[in-house]
């Protein structure tokens, strides 16, 4: 599938409609995807954030072998 192609397509057809239904369902659409994109960014967010510190822990040399992080959890108070 050539995205540019199907793009045009798109284009022409809403240039081409004169149905208030038709547009204002794809713009329904379009608006419903900005606000997902828009809700999944900002919980990637955290975790960008947490990425970020775990890598500078890393370069610091804050780290923990397999067996010295199963004893952290050992010791878990849950």
Sequence with gaps: MDIQTE????????NESKDATFISAV???I???RKVKEAASKE?????K???EAEEDIKEGRTYSIDEAHEIIR????
């Design 31 to 33: 608006v419903s995807m």
């Design 27 to 29: 713009k329904n659409r």
């Design 44 to 48: 990637r967010l955290p975790e960008d």
């Design 7 to 14: 793009i045009k397509w798109i284009q022409t057809a809403l």
């Design 50 to 52: 947490l990425m970020l």
């Design 75 to 78: 010791n878990w108070k849950m």
